[in-house]
């Protein structure tokens, strides 16, 4: 499976999964111009999207839906409390209503909804999988719930939000509603509780970690990386940024490099390899 993220912080989300031919869009968050610069750069024909699943209403998630789905005639996948919240008009041909935890096929892909807490009339992230690969994208998260918990012991590669830093937003300009709205159990994840939910409910089978959804004004790359990195020495640790898309990964790419290490270890362990002394 090939993923990235063309786009995730406050400002605009848009993160594209794709398993040979069939591929899927989760947000349109940035205008339809952006999306295809982006896609153009890491090599995505935007022609190739087969669906866009809609996680809610905010505008950082919906700001491109409508040109970008009518240009490539796109069917797009929302809950009825996001639809109706959103106010889009898009074209009845191309909506599909769906519950928050339905699953939808789309060629080889199987999505699942994941009904989730946040400031939204229906909102929901998604579980994309293939049937042997599960790649979770898991932001916009008030509090963490049981659906949240379950599918992160499901996935190989986590897109997890980390919205603000605690410190960051006390001490900044935002008004006392606005610091309340985001941390209110409704809102957003700090970088310390996704970090206490990564510790708590990451599986084995965990890859490759990715974080997102980063506030422009009450966090920084650098924090998120800070707080991450010590606990991620066996897996790919990638930050997601608000201006510019992340490289196209591969997952093949981890899960040979993770049968290698088994490969040599067990070598060593044979006693078939033996590494110099420093």
């Given at each position: 499976?090939?993923?990235?993220?063309?786009?995730?912080?406050?400002?605009?989300?848009?993160?594209?999964?794709?398993?040979?031919?069939?591929?899927?869009?989760?947000?349109?968050?940035?205008?339809?111009?952006?999306?295809?610069?982006?896609?153009?750069?890491?090599?995505?024909?935007?022609?190739?999207?087969?669906?866009?699943?809609?996680?809610?209403?905010?505008?950082?998630?919906?700001?491109?839906?409508?040109?970008?789905?009518?240009?490539?005639?796109?069917?797009?996948?929302?809950?009825?409390?996001?639809?109706?919240?959103?106010?889009?008009?898009?074209?009845?041909?191309?909506?599909?209503?769906?519950?928050?935890?339905?699953?939808?096929?789309?060629?080889?892909?199987?999505?699942?909804?994941?009904?989730?807490?946040?400031?939204?009339?229906?909102?929901?992230?998604?579980?994309?999988?293939?049937?042997?690969?599960?790649?979770?994208?898991?932001?916009?998260?008030?509090?963490?719930?049981?659906?949240?918990?379950?599918?992160?012991?499901?996935?190989?590669i986590l897109l997890l939000e980390a919205n603000y830093d605690e410190e960051l937003l006390d001490t900044g300009s935002y008004p006392f509603f606005l610091k309340n709205r985001i941390r209110n159990g409704w809102g957003h994840l700090s970088n310390r509780m996704a970090l206490e939910t990564f510790?708590?409910?990451?599986?084995?089978?965990?890859?490759?970690?990715?974080?997102?959804?980063?506030?422009?004004?009450?966090?920084?790359?650098?924090?998120?990386?800070?707080?991450?990195?010590?606990?991620?020495?066996?897996?790919?640790?990638?930050?997601?940024?608000?201006?510019?898309?992340?490289?196209?990964?591969?997952?093949?790419?981890?899960?040979?490099?993770?049968?290698?290490?088994?490969?040599?270890?067990?070598?060593?362990?044979?006693?078939?390899?033996?590494?110099?002394?420093?």
């Amino acid at each position: 499976m090939r993923y990235c993220a063309l786009a995730s912080g406050s400002n605009g989300n848009c993160y594209y999964i794709a398993e040979g031919k069939d591929a899927v869009l989760i947000d349109i968050g940035i205008n339809t111009k952006h999306v295809e610069q982006r896609m153009a750069n890491v090599g995505i024909d935007p022609a190739s999207v087969k669906a866009i699943f809609i996680t809610h209403e905010h505008t950082d998630h919906i700001r491109g839906v409508t040109v970008f789905c009518k240009r490539y005639q796109i069917p797009v996948y929302m809950t009825a409390g996001s639809y109706r919240g959103s106010r889009l008009k898009l074209p009845e041909n191309l909506v599909r209503i769906i519950r928050g935890d339905d699953e939808i096929a789309v060629g080889s892909l199987t999505i699942r909804g994941i009904p989730k807490y946040h400031d939204a009339q229906e909102p929901c992230s998604f579980l994309v999988s293939n049937g042997d690969i599960n790649i979770g994208v898991l932001t916009d998260i008030g509090r963490i719930c049981d659906n949240i918990k379950h599918a992160i012991r499901q996935v190989d590669i986590l897109l997890l939000e980390a919205n603000y830093d605690e410190e960051l937003l006390d001490t900044g300009s935002y008004p006392f509603f606005l610091k309340n709205r985001i941390r209110n159990g409704w809102g957003h994840l700090s970088n310390r509780m996704a970090l206490e939910t990564f510790l708590e409910y990451r599986t084995p089978r965990l890859q490759h970690l990715i974080l997102g959804h980063l506030s422009g004004q009450n966090n920084k790359v650098e924090l998120v990386q800070q707080a991450f990195s010590l606990y991620c020495k066996d897996i790919r640790l990638s930050v997601a940024t608000r201006r510019q898309e992340t490289e196209l990964f591969d997952s093949q790419f981890f899960f040979v490099e993770k049968h290698e290490k088994h490969f040599v270890h067990q070598l060593c362990y044979q006693g078939t390899i033996v590494f110099p002394e420093s």
